[in-house]
């Protein structure tokens, strides 16, 4: 009987061609550059990591995750069961059944996907992606029909015993087929259903698996200066889990949605980004890619190659220089890609290779190599801010409790009130600390994010040298993207300066130094008296950090019952401050800071609480009227119930 | 600007030769040695120059100590090689330079107005003609085309003014702010930059031995009282270099009669006696 070897066949080659197309796609990572995974440790993890990390994040939209997990469980289920029962032709009837429940299972999450495709919003892809709920409900329908005479439903023989039964099988073939090469042939050679493959081995050996389990891991990855090329010039220069990553994404565009840079209509789109980076691994043009473009430009244009330079032809030097490196695509992300290790892989070698930071990005870089400010500014002026502070210094002390790190606010005169409000602060708790004065130097963050690792790296490790003098307990930074440099990506850089420096001391922002000492009762502050408040979460403290309660709290304990915006917390929109966006100044439709005041200005608040100086500059330039902008420090003391003269001896 | 490239010959049908010279530059608010403004102006022109025509032939020169991490900062912009005259602290570079460029004969010989660090004279350019025997272009802004032998060059004058010469290669010329800034220099090339070291001859600079250096303190500015009605008049007070008052504007009259005139005004300056 023809149909007695018809399915198993089918079913077998189309096992057999994935296979085949798995070998391919693994040997397309593989031409990227070495990196040390743990095998092992990493496929045993795989599972959990798919049922917690993952399904966390699809979890935030609970129609999805039910969809998700239906189809994907059942799909999973059914085809292990698949291949026991027509591949291999075990006879059970119990097994047979529990095939029906699973594709039952898949059929009903497919019908679910079915109707989100009926209006998709315009973040998802359409193209094949359009194309996918229909064979998941041919696959999974096919097959129930199939697996029907072997439960004993349908009498044995009934699909060859009379016509009507050879017109359904050929009917059921056809799906059959369908739904095959979809899930199985598509899973490997390039159809959507490629997240299922590439995702379950992208999660096993992640490049960054400290954020499994709740974790987080923010700090670039540092660049080996003696390199032949130095950054990211062609795909096969990013290394090989990097490009299985890109391989995982699911075109669901929940980065897309969440960009402050393509909200803006900058030339920047991240999940189209990661589509990019997939034709330049494969080879190939965006022809074929059906999703939002970068605003402003075509789809169709771009080609590229493993072997390719990516940003002469596959991507325009503009995309990565919108990037505000605020992470907010790599937090909505479910399949944990890292678009900002992308994108600044590549902006490395246009600056360390091509010499290429657009508008005043040369300049600063040239500042910071000549002066350790990122303005020119002669490096002994850095004290100057404090000169009617009467700080101590530690080149003087040698010996404090916390050392105050005033990073390069201390050269703008509206960022040195929230340094004076600070001081003020530590001082009236008694707190024993000191600065470094002339002696501290540009972070560098900065330089890093603008791609010139080798002056992030002299700068680290001449401030690492500096702090390693000097004996301290903690650090207290007002910036946090300074903070984000010295609590996360320092310690690559103290070996053989001061090697456990970065275990013993403890960085911290000042808000969270700040918490504490108001909750150990060391601040007295009166209730704030003042209209409605909302507070911005910072991208450097928020999301790189995971600071986002004691800003909060401390606002709480002023009586401040906090407007938030409906973007805030892990959800926050970037001011537009990051990453050197402001230095780069890539054009677009409207400014990322005046977004950002819109969603302020719904909250009805009078009163924007920052932690930032570069927030609050970037928000200050929203033009007037707007509500007032004023850092956490700021808003403290003007509650602050002053000691008296005395009580500070 | 891009130069006609038509003819990046130097008229005597072979490629044209430019060397631009190069120096230890100093951060105003730093101290720190860095790639001099005007250098890297000279390199950028050159590099300019060079890629217009058929083959690349820019040498990029200095005379000093090859470890100098600064000479890196010009290789950045791209260079393969930087060639460096080797030379002890103490000698005299203009005649190393000037040995060395007499040998290899360039077209075009590219420098700064005046160095950042060291005696920044801003001789260099001048003593080097001197003694090649070369016409000296100071303050360029661009050099516009090279035909026949012949380069069309613009020449920098205060408040944005330029004055278009014709020069008959080879010459020196020292190049002015007002040139096109200079590329970004990049770590990597910088790094893997070849640093073409040579031995040479020096001499020690005689006439520095009986110098006492100090630093330099500052003058007090005398008081300008702007007596200006108009923001037009202001601005312009405020922006316009001093003129020398005096001196008179010679076109038509001959030659002998202008160069009569050049003679007497430096006598009676003492420059010539
Ligand atoms: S980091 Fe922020 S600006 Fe950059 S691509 Fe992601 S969401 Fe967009
Ligand atoms: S990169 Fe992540 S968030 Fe963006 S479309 Fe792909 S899977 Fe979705």
């Avoid at chain 1, 660049?223 to 130095?230: G, I, S």
């Avoid at chain 2, 090649?132 to 205060?158: C, H, M, T």
Wanted: overall charge neutral; glycine content about 10%; proline content about 5%.
């Amino acid at each position: 009987m023809v149909f007695e070897w018809l399915h198993p066949v089918l079913i077998a080659t189309a096992l057999l061609l994935a296979a085949i197309g798995a070998v391919r796609r693994v040997n397309l990572w593989r031409a990227g550059q070495a990196e040390s995974v743990d095998f092992v440790a990493g496929l045993i993890a795989m599972p959990g990591r798919y049922l917690h990390d993952l399904h966390d994040i699809v979890e935030r939209d609970k129609y999805m995750s039910k969809t998700h997990a239906a189809t994907g469980g059942g799909f999973v289920l059914s085809l292990a069961m698949i291949v026991l029962v027509h591949l291999l032709g075990l006879e059970s009837q119990i097994l047979a059944w529990a095939l029906l429940v699973s594709l039952t299972l898949m059929f009903v999450g497919a019908v679910f996907v079915f109707k989100r495709r009926l209006n998709p919003p315009s973040r998802l892809s359409k193209g094949p992606w359009m194309r996918l709920p229909k064979s998941l409900l041919a696959f999974s329908g096919a097959f129930f029909i199939l697996t029907l005479p072997m439960a004993g439903v349908l009498p044995e023989g009934f699909l060859s015993s009379s016509t009507g039964g050879w017109i359904l099988t050929a009917v059921l073939t056809v799906f059959i087929a369908m739904g095959l090469s979809e899930m199985l042939l598509g899973m490997t050679w390039g159809g959507p259903m490629k997240h299922a493959f590439a995702g379950a081995l992208h999660l096993a050996f992640h490049r960054r698996p400290e954020r499994f389990g709740g974790g987080r891991s923010t700090g670039l990855k540092p660049v080996a200066l003696d390199q032949r090329v130095l950054g990211v010039q062609k795909p096969e220069d990013f290394k090989w889990n990097q490009l299985l990553g890109f391989d995982a994404c699911v075109q669901c565009g929940k980065c897309e949605a969440v960009c402050p840079a393509f909200a803006a209509g900058q030339p920047l789109n991240p999940k189209k980004l990661i589509q990019d980076m997939v034709v330049g691994m494969a080879g190939g043009s965006d022809a074929d890619y059906a999703g939002s473009p970068y605003p402003g430009k075509e789809i169709g244009q771009a080609n590229g190659g493993p072997l390719l330079t990516i940003t002469e032809g596959l991507i325009d030097p503009q995309t990565l220089w919108s990037c505000t490196t605020c992470r907010a695509c790599v937090e909505e992300c479910p399949m944990m890609i890292e678009h900002v290790d992308a994108i600044v892989d590549m902006r490395r070698f246009l600056t360390m290779e091509k010499g290429s930071t657009p508008n005043k990005g040369a300049e600063v870089l040239d500042n910071l190599i000549a002066t350790d400010n990122p303005n020119g500014h002669a490096p002994n002026s850095r004290t100057n801010w404090a000169a009617d502070q009467n700080l101590p210094l530690l080149s003087d002390v040698k010996e404090t409790d916390v050392i105050f790190w005033v990073s390069d606010g201390a050269f703008d005169m509206r960022s040195q009130r929230i340094l004076r409000a600070f001081v003020k602060l530590l001082k009236a708790a008694n707190v024993d600390f000191a600065v470094l004065g002339a002696e501290e130097l540009d972070s560098g963050d900065v330089a890093r994010r603008l791609g010139d690792d080798a002056t992030f790296q002299s700068l680290a490790k001449r401030n690492i040298a500096t702090l390693s003098q000097y004996k301290f307990k903690r650090i207290v930074t007002t910036d946090p993207h300074a903070y984000h440099c010295l609590r996360n990506e320092y310690a690559d850089f103290a070996e053989g300066i001061a090697d456990d420096l970065f275990d013993n001391i403890e960085v911290l922002h000042h808000t969270t130094f700040l918490n504490q000492l108001v909750q150990a009762g060391k601040l007295k502050l009166n209730p704030y008296k003042g209209g409605t408040v909302t507070y911005h979460d910072p991208c450097y403290l928020g999301r790189y950090n995971g600071e986002y309660e004691a800003p909060r709290e401390l606002l709480r304990s002023l009586g401040i019952e906090i407007a938030e915006m409906e973007r805030s917390g892990f959800r926050s929109r970037c001011c537009g401050g990051g990453g050197g966006a402001p230095i780069t100044d890539i054009p677009g439709e409207r400014r990322i800071a005046d977004m950002r005041m819109e969603d302020v200005q719904t909250t009805g608040a009078e009163l924007i609480a920052v932690g930032c100086q570069q927030c609050t500059a970037m928000l200050e330039g929203v033009v007037e009227p707007r509500p007032q902008v004023k850092d956490i420090a700021e808003i403290l003391i003007e509650s602050l119930v002053e000691p008296l003269a005395k009580e500070l001896h | 600007m891009q130069p006609d490239s038509s003819t990046g010959l130097n008229g005597k049908g072979q490629d044209l030769k430019i060397v631009s010279l190069i120096s230890i530059g100093q951060h105003p608010a730093s101290g720190r040695a860095r790639r001099a403004e005007q250098d890297g102006r000279a390199v950028e022109l050159g590099m300019t120059l060079a890629a217009s025509s058929s083959t690349q032939n820019l040498t990029v020169l200095h005379a000093g100590d090859s470890q100098q991490a600064a000479l890196r900062s010009y290789a950045g912009m791209g260079l393969e090689s930087v060639r460096v005259l080797q030379l002890r602290e103490s000698a005299d570079a203009v005649k190393t330079l000037s040995e060395y460029l007499h040998k290899h004969a360039p077209d075009i010989i590219l420098t700064g107005v005046r160095a950042e660090s060291g005696e920044s004279s801003g001789m260099m350019p001048y003593l080097l003609g001197e003694s090649l025997g070369w016409p000296v272009v100071s303050r360029i802004a661009d050099i516009v085309s090279i035909k026949e032998g012949v380069a069309e060059i613009l020449q920098a004058l205060p408040r944005g003014q330029r004055r278009a010469l014709t020069v008959r290669l080879p010459f020196i010329a020292s190049v002015d702010n007002a040139a096109p800034e200079p590329r970004q220099s990049a770590f990597g090339p910088a790094n893997r930059a070849f640093m073409e070291q040579q031995q040479c001859h020096s001499e020690p600079d005689t006439a520095r031995n009986g110098w006492s250096i100090v630093s330099a303190r500052k003058r007090p500015k005398r008081l300008k009282i702007v007596k200006a009605k108009t923001a037009a008049d202001r601005f312009k007070a405020a922006t316009a270099k001093p003129q020398g008052a005096g001196g008179k504007i010679m076109k038509n009259q001959p030659a002998a009669e202008q160069a009569q005139a050049i003679f007497d005004l430096l006598l009676e300056e003492g420059v010539l006696r």
